[in-house]
């Protein structure tokens, strides 16, 4: 197996830090929005954090005198908590698999710098390894932030 989350027969990897996140997933800065994954059932969910700072870079255009996460950076931090749960997959090391449809996506409060996002993002079909379907949450302090589902379709490179 390529990946450091190797296992065991008796022990798979629940969490995983950000080299970790990052020999999975291609996103490099600015675009790599997952610092941590706190939990992970293969073939089933991830939990994974996005600690916003004041630093962004998106920030000093993203509304100056009141600092915003922008909706859409919410759910690409949320598909890419998903590409965790694809990329490990059997068969699927190495793999890319790109947004191909958003549906019932909704915001229901600001994320600002200082809030810890928490996402929870649930595989919920995968056809012919080639097309998923997952639905994610991203929650701060336990209030729901961001809701949706996403689709993801398997990238030839």
Known sequence: MDSVIETTENSIKTTLNVQEI???????????LVDRIIDYVPGEKAVGIKNVTFNEPFFPGHIPDFPLMP???MVEAMAQVGGIILVQL?????????FAGIDK????????PGDRLTMTVELLSLKQKRIA???GRGEVDGELAVKGEMMFSLIDK
């Open 22 to 32: 990052h020999q999975l997933l291609p996103h490099r800065y600015p675009f790599a």
């Open 71 to 73: 909706g859409v950076l």
């Open 133 to 135: 379907k997952m639905q």
């Open 105 to 112: 996506v909704r915001f229901r409060r600001p994320v600002v």
């Open 90 to 98: 059997p068969g699927m090391s190495g793999k890319f698999f790109a």
